[in-house]
């Protein structure tokens, strides 16, 4: 398409006040030409949106927008023109004239290489048409699990108005709720246990016309993308397959394993059992102990039996307590003269639990104490002997009793199976280039059997947990368009599960609403672009499909990487690893941010006025950057930001473009990387930690210094240490010189 391009300048905010804005525009019409080129003193009003939307309807018949005012994170919809129109914002607010001295040469020189670098940008930027298959697009939902969590999705759901097909692999739905005996209070004054009230639930799910129930069923495949998938269930024998939008996998947890507790008596002892055992007990009728059947008088409960221990599962369970005081209630009623003994690290009862334990504390027939159980041994007669360091009373004390109950934890069923690491299988050359690379290990748990390249589950988390990103995005895999709920995804009780599903399942229906319009999901919600692969260069070297965070591509039988763009959430990490730089988005490509680098201005090094160039995480950098803006702070005039999708898109031949251009230094800002990753794409800063050790030593052979390129990892919260981050690094490139390529 023929480029119309329109420039219109902000002059509010402090701008006029800071530039000179007649030769800001001066380097649009000089340089440029464009179609148009006006101000406003406000152009975020009314009447200066009116202005760009005249010239986009009248004879200029302008098709591409420059705005230059404000940060590209605020305003978006003033300045919202439509995918037929290309627009970039150019921020001279937050990033020039709020973070730069009024009226220097410096601000100047800063705000007019912004605006090049927008012109030159819309100019390689392409419309975006969102992306629509050949096939029917599905928004129908599968859940995955009929427990309290899949139940919830499912009704949810169904009363949103989309059909739902749930699979649960026992004969019956409900899940682990079915061997409660009792639940604790959910209703005022919040100290009498109540009945379950799962039945009700799978009551409405089966007589919901938009449900449609598979019980005693497994999933033996699932194939395709959001709105693309096809599932197919396994039956009695039968396979029946079942065209799906998106999937909320709500599959539960199992109790962790007793077998390797025996330093707590489990298997060494009679009576010590679990609490899941005690539950059956309830529910029987009457709790005895294994050994002689005899009614128990007495009984202990370790706390934390296996949970928030480093040798076994490190994470607090969430329901050992509540769930202990429970069971300790169950004896209190069945026997007003016995006695329960609840030793725990910490008693966790948030919320309207606390009145519950309150109510605990003030029976008679309770002890409760803070201890560390240092040895469990039986006696003649089979009782329990259980040897406390007590550290509320500051001594050792020892209880004997008719059974033990070992509050043990909860184990995500994700977490359940086979460890299987991604196979790369690259050819001698390729598996060169991805040796650095780290594989995702996979659990092959058997709950999705997804028929993806990158494996069968979505990757996990902490200890096993499917969460993409733990503080950001709950619900969210690694796997665009599956969401997890309850116990699967974290260790959660009942009502926070109800929670949990209610919201998984709202962003499974987003997904779907967003994908049928050819749209991005979270983080970049509503993006219409999406990667095209110019497969005449491809070399088959696999970097883009191992590296790819979600899953996005398949491969064929001669490894060429098979798109499916509803799986992808247009990180452009795919861009960044491509060596013959295939990869390409309409308005995000490796020639694009190579041309605004080349549009820099740089001064001769006589001008003692270095430059350097700043790739930005829009997600967590490019934010904390216009934060400094905010609070006024400033920060070295001789740098040049440009936002990235995710420092994993970072193509290593921006390197190059910089240094020969006579840029002296690029700094990198990124998201945490790590155990406690902030990566809105997962792996995006880690890929590009990778990539920047080979340019360490390709700067060092060429003799230009290392230190020209850094990478900083930080989050939006980091913003009053950015100044300090950048004016180091320019002192650092003060200190190694110019760079010697400047001129040529």
Request: proline share 5%.
């Amino acid at each position: 398409m023929e480029k119309k391009v329109g420039v219109y300048i902000c002059k509010g905010c402090g701008i006029a006040d800071s530039l000179d804005m007649e030769a800001l525009a001066a380097v649009a019409n000089d340089e440029f030409s464009p179609a148009a080129c006006k101000d406003h003193d406000f152009l975020c009003s009314e009447a200066g949106v009116q202005i760009i939307q005249e010239d986009l309807n009248g004879d200029e018949a302008v098709n591409a927008v420059v705005v230059a005012a404000c940060s590209p994170r605020v305003m978006q919809d003033v300045f919202d023109f439509g995918p037929s129109v290309v627009l970039d914002r150019v921020n001279l607010r937050e990033q020039v004239v709020w973070s730069q001295p009024k009226g220097e040469e410096d601000t100047q020189m800063m705000a007019e290489d912004y605006l090049r670098m927008g012109i030159t940008k819309v100019g390689d930027m392409e419309p975006l048409e969102p992306f629509q298959p050949e096939e029917e697009m599905s928004k129908r939902l599968l859940v995955v699990g009929g427990g309290l969590a899949g139940l919830t999705a499912s009704a949810e759901a169904a009363k949103a108005g989309y059909e739902v097909v749930l699979a649960e692999k026992e004969a019956q739905l409900g899940g682990w709720m079915n061997k409660l005996h009792k639940q604790a209070p959910l209703k005022h004054p919040y100290t009498d246990l109540e009945d379950v009230d799962i039945a009700d639930r799978i009551k409405a799910v089966e007589q919901d016309g938009n449900v449609t129930v598979y019980t005693g069923a497994t999933i033996e495949k699932i194939e395709g993308a959001p709105c693309l998938y096809t599932a197919h269930i396994k039956q009695n024998g039968n396979v029946v397959t079942e065209r799906v939008g998106s999937i909320v996998v709500a599959t539960g947890a199992v109790p962790y394993d007793p077998s390797n507790l025996s330093h707590l008596g489990f298997g060494e002892c009679d009576n010590v059992i679990t609490n899941a055992t005690l539950e059956e007990l309830a529910s029987k009728g009457s709790i005895t102990r294994p050994s002689d059947g005899r009614s128990v008088k007495s009984a202990a409960f370790i706390l934390c039996a296996g949970s928030r221990d480093p040798e076994h599962l490190s994470y607090c369970s969430s329901t050992c307590c509540i769930e202990s005081l429970k069971q300790a209630k169950y004896l209190r009623l069945q026997d007003k003269d016995a006695k329960a003994y609840i030793i725990y690290k910490d008693m966790r009862t948030p919320g309207h639990y606390e009145l519950f334990y309150k109510s605990m504390q003030e029976d008679e027939g309770m002890f409760l104490t803070k201890g560390e159980v240092s040895s469990v041994s039986e006696d003649e007669n089979k009782n329990v002997v259980l040897e406390v360091d007590d550290t509320l009373l500051g001594e050792k004390i020892q209880l004997k009793v008719d059974m033990l109950v070992l509050a043990t934890g909860m184990e995500t069923n994700a977490a359940i199976g086979e460890e299987v690491e991604l196979d790369l299988e690259a050819d001698e050359e390729g598996a060169a280039e991805l040796e650095d690379v780290p594989a995702d290990t996979i659990i092959k748990s058997d709950m999705l059997n997804l028929d993806y390249r990158q494996g069968p589950e979505a990757p996990p988390l902490h200890s096993g947990f499917p969460d993409s990103h733990f503080i950001c995005f709950p619900y969210e895999s690694r796997r665009t368009g599956i969401y997890y709920a309850g116990s699967v995804r974290a260790p959660l009780d009942g009502p926070s599960t109800i929670d949990d599903a209610g919201g998984a399942a709202l962003k499974a229906i987003q997904c779907m609403e967003l994908t049928s319009q050819g749209m991005a999901v979270h983080p970049r919600a509503g993006d219409m672009s999406y990667p095209d692969f110019f497969m005449d260069r491809c070399t088959q070297c696999k970097r883009c499909t191992v590296e790819c965070p979600f899953g996005a591509l398949n491969e064929d039988e001669k490894g060429n990487p098979l798109p499916n763009p509803t799986r992808c959430r247009r990180c452009g990490v795919c861009m960044g690893a491509c060596p013959e730089r295939i990869i390409s988005f309409k308005n995000y490509s490796v020639r694009m941010i190579g041309n605004l680098i080349k549009g820099i201005n740089v001064p001769d090094e006589w001008d003692e006025k270095p430059r350097f160039i700043i790739l930005a995480c829009e997600n967590d950098a490019y934010p904390a950057l216009d934060m400094v803006g905010i609070t006024r702070q400033e920060i070295s005039p001789w740098a040049r930001v440009i936002p990235m999708r995710c420092l994993g898109g970072l193509n290593l031949i921006w390197v190059a473009d910089s240094l020969s251009k006579g840029i002296d230094g690029i700094l990198l800002l990124g998201c945490r990387h790590g155990d406690d990753y902030q990566c809105h794409f997962m792996k995006g800063s880690e890929l590009a930690e990778i990539r920047l050790s080979k340019v360490a030593e390709t700067l060092d052979r060429l003799a230009l210094e290392s230190d020209r390129v850094q990478l900083v990892q930080l989050q939006i919260s980091d913003y009053p240490e950015l100044p300090r981050i950048i004016n180091e690094f320019s002192e650092k490139l003060d200190e190694v010189g110019p760079n010697p390529y400047k001129g040529f």
